[in-house]
């Protein structure tokens, strides 16, 4: 190989490891406070990583969208693409915004108009941010209730981007008293409620909260009266302050209808009493919606060995308010489902998942050895990776295993982090034997799965490219078939 094949090749390289150290890091940081991190880093850190990316490699950036990662990375793709177009040709400018027309629906709603706000903020309209802002408010399922939910947003991006409004809208948006009656029932329902209590029942809970604070309705007689309004995520989430105010009509009796992770948070949002008292329950709904999840034939998975971090740092922070522990916690469920056979080993072992609760040090070294010890086909580790007792102790480990017990790699080695550290640019790794890939929900694991070879360095760039190509090529198409 010549000097300039040398150079190439090597260049070929570092453009796949960009590439996949900012999909890691996009899969997991979410820029909140982390146990080891503040959102301040965490912003700095992500927001050099998107410039650098987007500054390099702007195809594969936009392609980035529908990678799998989380929600406020794409957010930032998407603010980006649009908020820096001079110089890129106009074919790619088309693609990027069919991209983003397609991304801007799967993302939730009140991201979406975070997002438009901050474009009107940056003065951003230009006939392909328009075009894009009034397609994805032509095609929301259900515009009456984002007017009245999300008005001050929508009233701030309409205006600036001069959307043409139907009349009754309009009027609800900037001035709701310009209209004596309403022919929208919601709409009419809402002028009602400014004058008449009663009328604040018929609303949706996130628009009725305010004018229930209007007119001093005390709040357990207020959520008595709206609990037949409330959806399954609010109903979920109200559990505990209803219970605290003694309101049982709030009480959620089909847990089949959460998430996996929804519902890891929830289980243990609860008191130890009150796990145990509903535990029957909350397991049978979690390996429900596990099984959901692999239903596919190729979720499917053989001998797995499982090793969960309920240290301390898996209580997270305030904003990710055991987030990491929920996520261990969904990971033993998801993985029973998909295993042939699993085994579970806990950083601190519990007597039961109604114990389960972040305490002491992180040993990781102990229960990754036992899980070894029982010759698993995949082994995956579910933890930040701050392995302090002893420190290294686990790096050492997995050293060992591959260098001395296993070198032509028979057991797929595997470590999921639900957390960003912001100083290395990338999530946390263990050692490098054992790849690392960072993790927002367990309803992921499965593409994260899938997504391995890349990180395991068996795939070249070009590969990557093919893959993100048809990623992207997918959204659209999936876009193009719901309408």
Known sequence: MTARESMSTRLLELEREDLLSFINAALACTGQDEFYGDATGQALSIGFFHAYVLGNYRRLYAHCLAAGINDFNRTKIIFNLLTTPAGVPAQQREQEGRLIAAALPELPPPRVYRLLEALVDRRVNNRRTRRIVADYLAGRRDPQLHALKYRRRIAKIAAHFHLRLQPEESAV?????????????????????????????????????????RHKIPRETFLRGIAPRLTTRE?????????????????ETDLSRHSLTRLAIYFLSLSLRERTAQFEALDAAMQRAAQQIVRHPSAKLGRVALVADNSYSSRGSGQKRKRPLALALAAHYLLGAAASELTTHWTWPIASLAELRPRGHTDLATPILNALALRPELLIVVSDGYDNDPPGGAAEVVRVFRERLDPKGAVSLIHLSPSYDAGSYMVKSIHPAMHSLGIRDVEGIPTLLTFVRFAAGSANLHELQDYLQARAHDLLAAKDHLR
């Open 173 to 213: 948006l900037f001035n709701v008293k310009r209209l004596r009656r309403y022919q929208t029932p919601l709409f009419e329902t809402f002028r009602r409620a400014h004058y008449e209590k009663r009328a604040v029942y018929e609303l949706p809970y996130t628009v009725a909260e305010g004018l229930a604070a």
């Open 235 to 251: 109903r979920l989430r109200l559990q505990s302050s209803a219970a605290a105010l003694g309101v049982a009509a709030v009480a």
